[in-house]
């Protein structure tokens, strides 16, 4: 072997050995070192909501706020325990609307002795003035008011009214009570529903229940 030829190998090992070294030099320990092209068989890894500043040990601050996720679409609805009142209530404001909401429409809380007293407070601040303390139609707008009286949520024309025509009357009002949905949430709704419906019963059993849950309501006001 000619001195030239053993020059040029060992030059070749030695450029090849200076590569290797040279592209094996990463700051990040954890790194294999720079591949050749790698995006042709691998795909980088990208978790969802996760910032991707950083590409090949190169800081690009445009990319640091980068979503790796598209954003939701327009009109999506968040989950959360909130999540009734971000709900879009879409029966229309009409008749038929009506007499579809007391068909399809039912409450989605359980009608326990802590929602119906919520209830209770809710109806003491919103409903009380024209419907009375126990439902009859006597609250004082009507006895020192002059004004008409609502129909007592017992009498025969209230007491079998379905729950979804109560939400559909306090959402968007009927007759001479005014809408109530920009006061009362879609939860509070259903509160306030939950202790009328208490009120529809007309025997002294259910009166009797109402006094209760007025005392328990009261004292709760208290402690507040």
């Known amino acids: 072997m000619s001195v030239l030829t053993t020059y040029s190998t060992r030059l070749l090992v030695g450029s090849v050995l200076v590569i290797l070294a040279t592209t094996a030099c990463v700051r990040d320990e954890q790194s294999p070192g720079y591949e050749y092209m790698p995006d042709m068989?691998?795909?980088?890894?990208?978790?969802?909501?996760?910032?991707?500043?950083?590409?090949?040990?190169?800081?690009?601050?445009?990319?640091?706020?980068?979503?790796?996720?598209r954003r939701p679409v327009e009109g999506t609805v968040p989950f959360s325990d909130q999540a009734m009142n971000d709900i879009p209530f879409?029966?229309?404001?009409?008749?038929?609307g009506y007499e579809s909401a007391g068909e399809i429409l039912k409450s989605p809380l359980a009608e326990t002795e802590d929602i119906i007293r919520e209830g209770q407070l809710i109806y003491a601040d919103f409903c009380v003035h024209c419907h009375g303390k126990t439902g009859k139609g006597d609250g004082p707008v009507v006895e020192m008011?002059?004004?008409?009286?609502?129909?007592?949520?017992?009498?025969?024309?209230?007491?079998?009214?379905?729950?979804?025509?109560?939400?559909?009357?306090i959402t968007y009002g009927k007759g001479l009570m005014g809408p109530h949905k920009s006061q009362l949430s879609k939860?509070?709704?259903?509160?306030?529903?939950?202790?009328?419906?208490?009120?529809?019963?007309?025997?002294?059993?259910?009166?009797?229940?109402?006094?209760?849950?007025?005392?328990?309501?009261e004292e709760g006001t208290s402690e507040n």
Do not use: C
């Open 187 to 217: 939860l509070d709704r259903w509160k306030v529903i939950a202790f009328v419906k208490t009120l529809q019963a007309s025997d002294d059993e259910g009166e009797a229940e109402n006094d209760n849950q007025e005392e328990n309501a």
């Open 145 to 169: 008011g002059g004004h008409p009286p609502p129909p007592a949520y017992d009498s025969p024309q209230m007491a079998d009214l379905p729950e979804g025509k109560m939400f559909h009357a």
């Open 90 to 96: 879409t029966i229309p404001n009409t008749f038929e």
């Open 41 to 69: 068989y691998r795909s980088p890894a990208i978790e969802a909501y996760v910032d991707y500043g950083e590409i090949r040990d190169t800081i690009h601050d445009e990319l640091a706020t980068t979503k790796s996720v």
